[in-house]
């Protein structure tokens, strides 16, 4: 029995080709991954198979109606979650359910959802106001009303926490009946290893449609299959890295933060925070959604002002000569911050004089940057219109125009592929090699690994600070995810 | 008709918390209402004008001192040319009157005597005033005098008798109309960011994917805002009525009805735009151009529609403020008038008809719009192989 059977499906937006001839059968009361690159066509195929997109060729049917002409019929047995999932920021959690068993014709019976997700003490919080692992739960919690009986999820735990994407596996697994066909489209390999059935799509296409299993024994194993599915990654010397000429003068503790504090009334977003960044390392501020980790970027940046204790960036202090500080940073927000309706070259040339480099010296700046970035062939496109990947090479980009020798990232995989990810390690750890201080977020807990230091954060406090092996080590865990679990659920029960 | 509840419960929540919308319906209108009654004035205006007198006869001596009598000019004496120039660069008169050496001496001879009048002509509206100010003193000047012998008299005596307006207070028919302009805005503004704001936050994308149906979007519009509307306007006429005093001498039921209309039509115009731009920033600048400026212009508030160019007074024909200012003005001041009620409410009603079904048509109940042939082409297989 089949829930969704696709017989060569194509799709285009006007010269590109999401999809390209696809075929798949997705069988019922499975658990179905859907991985790819960025721009493969994953979100493209679960609009289509919801009637949300129509398709230019090629035959589609979902729980045996045509989602081309029937979707009336089809979307009341279905729920999907969009990427970029529709809450309404300005009801409340419980107006959020309320509106949307209304819009799906079903009964106000919350109580079981609101236990399970967590969510009851905050029903009567706005949306807007929820961290970004319970926005996710909301989501799912309003996708998963009236027990539709094919669920499509698009990418549910992107810029999710460890524990709260554990969270969401169990609601769907917990809330679903034996029947419930699910299709959970997602970037975290280990999460896909864990289902029924994989497919992987690339360029339209599918490349594998099968157990898991069949491609590796362990999440390791089926990631580096399907990395070498994809086109595999080989690791060359990072040409950024090569080009990177650090500035001499460099003291051993570059990024310095002294008793960080912010207080928001009584409440503390981030409470004594203190550590010291070597030079050349690379340290890992790692914890839940809501932690307080994007607060201490900002006060580490000049962008927030602490309410006490100070940090200092080369020395100089933040708050007393924010710029001066600032012009030692590179910086990579968390969303892609760059203007989309200007080329790759003018992003380039206007960050360059945002940084005060000369203009003599500009145009000569911005050419090497584009051409050891590899962005020679997008150089005229306008930024908006760039896959993923690439976004994420430009922000970089622009971050380390004027060669600052202290690198800030604030989660600057999410949402990216594998092939793209382990691309940005690779500069990442030898920018790091040539002497340049990076502080990075993440919750891809395999990065974390990359990391020379971690510092694990939990409601505002260090509760962990060491090398990624002594992590595991005091936790007592085999893996970076299993000790951050523990060691939150540990500070937890104290 | 439960969806239809859910929705509009959801927008009027929405509405409520956000201060924005409350402020374009309340605090805007009377920000508005405040400026057209204090701040505008299209009436008659006290100018300053420079008087110079080359003909010092003590008959020609009393025509300047009437310049300093009237209560519609301020006059000051200038000796020489040059100061004259200087005053009016400088903007310390708006005009001048120049009485030549020979005045005095062709009026008594019965011959036509000149008045040099000089006006700033970089504001037309003062220049007219000082040009006919000038020489309605002069006329009534020389009716007195002892020329007026000499000058033939005219033939009709005019008496100006003004109906509706008997005071020309341009208060009284500038305020009413300034509703229209709040109307407007609330109408457009306010909505075109409403539905562009579900599109650009997914909630659009969300709520395509439950049962909800083309029309439960459309009225999920439409209601809350008309009743936010209707309410604003309600606040608008209390204030024009009960606060500034403007005589009204219609009838409230049809104002309300014939209000309701023009709203109608601005909350098709504004969701249109949202419909199809998908942009809060695009639309909100859309809604100004398209909605505000011909309220403000081309409604025959500020401009007579008689006075525009041939082009522009047919375009004022598809824009409904027109026939709404229309209507406000001749409530207010005239009282009901059937023939002016029935037809801009008929003009009123096929707009916001036309528009309400271009909303029905815009709004998507997919990401992309359906190609209609292809969908026929579908059904066309689908029956063959069925």
Known sequence: ?494 | MKILLALIKKEIKQILRDPSSIIIAFVLPFISIMIYMYGINLDSVRVTMGIKNDDPTPEVATLVKSFGHSKYVNSIYFDNMKDIETAIVRSKIKGAVIIPNDFSTKLAKGQNADLLVITDGSEVNTANYVQSYALAIGNSWLATSKYSHSANPPAINTEIRTWYNPDLNSHYFIVPGSIAITMTLIGILLTSLVVAREWERGTMEAMLSTSVKTIHIVLGKYIPYFILGMLSLTFNIFLCIVIFQIPFRGNYLVLLLVSGLFLFTSLGIGLNISSVLKNQFLASMVAMSVGFMPALMLSGLMFPINSMPVFFQHLTRILPPRYYVSFIESEFMAGTVPEIVIANAIYLTILGLILFAAVYKNTLTRLEKENTKHLKKKAAERRVNG
């Open chain 1, 1 to 494: 029995m089949n829930t969704v059977e696709i017989k060569n499906l194509t799709k285009t937006f006007g010269k590109t080709t999401a999809l390209d001839n696809l075929s798949l059968n997705i069988e019922k009361g499975k658990i179905t991954g859907l991985i790819g690159a960025d721009g493969a066509g994953k979100t493209t195929l679960l609009r289509t198979i919801t009637g949300l997109l129509i398709p230019d060729s090629g035959e589609i049917s979902a729980l045996g109606f045509n989602p081309v002409t029937q979707k009336d019929e089809l979307t009341p047995l279905i729920g999907y979650m969009p990427q970029k999932f529709g809450l309404y920021e300005d009801l409340t959690v419980l107006e959020n359910l309320i509106l949307y068993a209304d819009l799906k014709n079903v009964t106000h019976n919350f109580e079981k959802m609101l236990e399970f997700t967590k969510l009851a003490p905050f029903q009567d919080r706005l949306a807007g106001a929820l961290s970004g692992g319970m926005k996710q739960k909301l989501g799912l919690a309003c996708t998963l009303l009236g027990n539709p009986e094919f669920l499509l999820l698009d990418e549910p735990s992107v810029g999710v926490d460890p524990i709260s994407r554990k969270d969401l596996m169990k609601m769907v697994r917990e809330m679903i009946n034996p029947q419930t066909t699910v299709l959970w489209s997602t970037a975290y390999l280990d999460e896909a290893h864990s289902f029924d059935t994989a497919i992987v799509i690339d360029k339209g296409r599918v490349i594998y449609n099968g157990k898991p299993h069949d491609l590796g024994e362990t999440a390791q194993e089926f990631e580096n299959k399907v990395i070498d599915l994809m086109g595999g990654y080989k690791q060359e010397p990072s040409k950024i890295a090569e080009n990177y000429t650090l500035l001499k003068d460099i003291r051993d503790c570059t990024v310095e933060a002294d008793n960080l504090e912010k207080r928001y009334g009584n409440f503390y977003a981030v409470k004594n925070n203190s550590f010291c960044i070597q030079k050349g390392e690379i340290f890992g501020l790692l914890g839940p959604n809501g932690a307080g980790k994007s607060t201490s970027f900002k006060m580490m940046c000049g962008l927030a002002k602490p309410t006490n204790g100070t940090a200092r960036i080369m020395g100089i202090d933040i708050t007393k000569d924010p710029e001066k500080a600032r012009s030692n940073l590179g910086y990579m927000a968390q969303k892609f911050s760059l203007y989309g309706s200007l080329t790759v070259r003018e992003n380039l040339e206007f960050f360059a004089s945002a940084y005060g480099i000369k203009f003599k010296n500009r145009a000569a700046k911005v050419q090497e940057i584009i051409e050891v970035f590899g962005l020679k062939d997008y150089a005229q496109q306008k930024s908006e219109e760039l896959p993923l990947g690439l976004k994420q090479r430009l922000s970089m980009a622009c971050a380390l125009i004027h060669n600052p020798p202290v690198l800030f990232l604030d989660e600057p995989t999410s949402g990216v592929d594998v092939i793209t990810r382990r691309d940005f390690w690779n500069h990442i750890t030898s920018l790091a090699k040539k002497g340049v201080t990076i502080l990075v977020t993440t919750h891809f807990m395999d990065e974390a690994e990359y990391c020379d230091r971690i510092s694990l954060f939990y409601h505002g406090e260090t509760i962990a600070l060491g090398t990624p092996q002594e992590l595991k080590d005091k936790a007592k865990a085999k893996t970076m995810e299993e000790s951050f679990i523990t060691l939150i659920k540990e500070s937890e029960g104290e």
